[in-house]
């Protein structure tokens, strides 16, 4: 396996798509119930499969990440060759990121002395897919990128 399988949850809002992909392989319900039945290590290498096929899907189409914690925030832009990143540091101990009076403070003093910021690039390994899963593993979240997006157009500009 590749990643990780996908949870419980996961696998329930899949389950259409997790559907089609037995069918694909002329597996039905009655087959899938069998396979469980007497033959649990094939059941669970499908299972398998199918997750790492998510999450190459969800992978490749990857474009930004987030990971909060007390002081840091990491904000990523992946491209197809390079990670782009943006990692915010509050100078403050005392603020606290996963708070939103931590957010705010960070909103009143995102460029002044309070906030270090800084920028980086980073090429991907030969696996870029699993560079972002490594990420994922660690904590961050895909985003839209709007906290990225903003930052990066008033550096930039």
């Known amino acids: 396996m590749k990643y990780s ?3 419980t949850e ?3 809002e899949l389950h259409q798509e997790f559907i089609n992909f037995l069918s694909a392989q002329s597996i039905d319900k009655a087959e899938w119930d069998k ?3 007497e033959q649990p290590h094939i059941a669970e290498q499908e299972l398998d ?8 899907g969800v992978l490749t189409r990857a474009e930004f990440l987030e990971h909060f914690s007390k002081n840091h925030i990491f904000l990523f832009r992946c491209g197809e060759t390079q990670m782009h990143s943006i990692v915010l ?19 009143d003093n995102m460029f002044t ?37 903003q930052i990066d157009t008033i550096v930039n500009s």
Not at 89 to 107: C, H, V, Y
Request: proline share 1%; charged share 25%.
């Open 10 to 12: 996961q696998f329930a």
């Open 5 to 7: 399988r996908l949870t």
């Open 49 to 56: 499969v199918f997750s790492d096929l998510i999450w190459e």
């Open 35 to 37: 396979l469980k039945a």
């Open 113 to 149: 002395d309070n906030v270090e910021m800084k920028i980086g690039n980073k090429d991907f390994s030969a696996d870029r897919n699993q560079d972002i899963f490594g990420l994922i593993q660690q904590g961050a979240f895909l985003s839209d990128g709007q906290l990225y997006k």
């Open 89 to 107: 540091k509050a100078m403050n101990p005392e603020i606290d990121f996963l708070t939103r009076e931590g957010l705010q403070w960070l909103s």
